[in-house]
């Protein structure tokens, strides 16, 4: 039973800068594709960033490219999305999820990916 519970999210103004953290247990994958998605209300979930937990691949969003960045600590089992230049528009819950392998990961959508955390709330005011 994979577990993933995020933590680090906040109310920021625009500008600021937060780093969500996202905690695995229960893991059996060999390799995985790891992202953080956001979905702020009324709308639907997109995906923001993700990597290959084996060869350490980033795909990115053109919402995120330049601004935010992920990482993975395996020694904690720990990914990691830096926030910075946050804008109104990224007010959204956040959430981690993984999915086995590495392949396609750059391009699957976010219904393929298994297992999920309950999210973390970002909040940007202008």
């Known amino acids: 039973q994979v577990e993933l519970v995020e933590s680090g999210g906040g109310s920021v103004q625009t500008g600021g800068s937060l780093r969500l953290s996202c905690v695995a247990s229960?893991?059996?994958?060999?390799?995985?594709?790891m992202g953080w998605f956001r979905q702020a209300p009324g709308k639907e979930r997109e995906g923001v960033a993700r990597?290959?937990?084996?060869?350490?691949?980033?795909f990115y969003s053109e919402n995120a490219k330049g601004r935010f960045t992920i990482s993975l600590d395996k020694t904690k089992n720990t990914l990691y999305l830096q926030l910075n230049s946050l804008k109104p528009e990224d007010t959204a819950i956040y959430l981690c999820?993984?999915?086995?392998?590495?392949?396609?990961?750059?391009?699957?959508?976010?219904?393929?990916?298994?297992?999920w955390g309950q999210g973390t709330q970002v909040t940007v005011s202008s």
């Open positions: 990597l290959n937990t084996g060869r350490l691949n980033t």
């Open positions: 229960g893991y059996s994958y060999s390799t995985a594709c």
């Open positions: 999820a993984a999915r086995p392998g590495e392949y396609a990961c750059g391009a699957v959508s976010w219904t393929q990916f298994p297992d």
